[in-house]
């Protein structure tokens, strides 16, 4: 028996196995489950000790052993890539993707029917939180087969909301709530005027500078929210 050859195989399957439980702790411990990382590392040594039989087999005559423990590191491998291959697929994508397409938490971008800013960057998809404040989940591999635009920031827009305030209200609580909308949003040169008169109530027009666009339509919905919010408030409490 050739004692060099069993040495050396020994050493590079040790080795081997440090340098893939190392990448597997590095570039893959975000996304595998406590499960998942033991399957992991199950595979990880059969692929040491069938490094080592490689190695060490012409020496110890053990062909048919190092045979059988490739064909269980081959099998178990296969059912764990058809079991995550979407996920690993994703997380390979997201490890690349936001480099090459230049992405950044806070970009404005428009995608299919969708838009909104850019909230996290997760290490499967992107966190997108649309003017409805409401958050679009969307996978990297998405981003890859269909085009978006990122919006830029240019000077000064001009946002026009109108408002139906029925009769019976006070126009004074919706300056008030608007005003407070417009210093969470920065906008400026507000003007609250009235546009229509009539049987029901008067329609009011909000105007406005606001620095970003992409903002129009979350600060519209937050508008509407807060003046109807303060509108139910009212209403219960004279009930």
């Given at each position: 028996?050739?004692?060099?050859?069993?040495?050396?195989?020994?050493?590079?399957?040790?080795?081997?196995?440090?340098?893939?439980?190392?990448?597997?702790?590095?570039?893959?411990?975000?996304?595998?489950?406590?499960?998942?990382?033991?399957?992991?590392?199950?595979?990880?040594?059969?692929?040491?000790?069938?490094?080592?039989?490689?190695?060490?087999?012409?020496?110890?005559?053990?062909?048919?052993?190092?045979?059988?423990?490739?064909?269980?590191?081959?099998?178990?491998?296969?059912?764990?890539?058809?079991?995550?291959?979407?996920?690993?697929?994703?997380?390979?994508?997201?490890?690349?993707?936001?480099?090459?397409?230049?992405?950044?938490?806070?970009?404005?971008?428009?995608?299919?029917?969708?838009?909104?800013?850019?909230?996290?960057?997760?290490?499967?998809?992107?966190?997108?939180?649309?003017?409805?404040?409401?958050?679009?989940?969307?996978?990297?591999t998405t981003l890859l087969r269909r085009p978006f635009r990122r919006?830029?920031?240019?000077?000064?827009?001009?946002?026009?909301?109108?408002?139906?305030?029925?009769?019976?209200?006070?126009?004074?609580?919706?300056?008030?709530?608007?005003?407070?909308?417009?210093?969470?949003?920065?906008?400026?040169?507000?003007?609250?005027?009235?546009?229509?008169?009539?049987?029901?109530?008067?329609?009011?027009?909000?105007?406005?500078?606001?620095?970003?666009?992409?903002?129009?339509?979350?600060?519209?919905?937050?508008?509407?929210?807060?003046?109807y919010a303060t509108f139910q408030s009212i209403r219960q409490t004279?009930?």
């Amino acid at each position: 028996m050739d004692f060099g050859a069993v040495i050396f195989g020994g050493v590079v399957a040790v080795v081997a196995f440090f340098l893939a439980m190392y990448s597997v702790k590095k570039f893959f411990s975000k996304i595998l489950t406590r499960e998942e990382r033991y399957l992991v590392e199950f595979l990880v040594l059969l692929f040491s000790i069938s490094l080592f039989l490689a190695v060490a087999s012409p020496a110890t005559q053990l062909h048919y052993l190092f045979f059988l423990v490739l064909a269980v590191f081959v099998i178990a491998m296969g059912i764990l890539l058809l079991g995550t291959w979407r996920v690993l697929e994703q997380y390979l994508t997201g490890l690349f993707v936001t480099k090459v397409l230049d992405l950044h938490v806070g970009d404005y971008i428009e995608f299919n029917n969708m838009r909104g800013y850019i909230t996290a960057l997760e290490d499967t998809y992107i966190v997108l939180r649309d003017p409805r404040r409401e958050y679009v989940y969307i996978p990297y591999t998405t981003l890859l087969r269909r085009p978006f635009r990122r919006v830029k920031t240019p000077e000064g827009h001009e946002v026009r909301i109108r408002l139906f305030v029925p009769r019976g209200h006070e126009l004074k609580k919706v300056r008030e709530a608007v005003e407070q909308v417009a210093k969470e949003y920065g906008l400026e040169r507000l003007s609250v005027d009235v546009e229509k008169i009539g049987v029901k109530g008067v329609v009011v027009v909000v105007r406005g500078m606001l620095k970003d666009p992409r903002q129009e339509d979350e600060v519209k919905y937050a508008v509407l929210d807060r003046v109807y919010a303060t509108f139910q408030s009212i209403r219960q409490t004279t009930d």
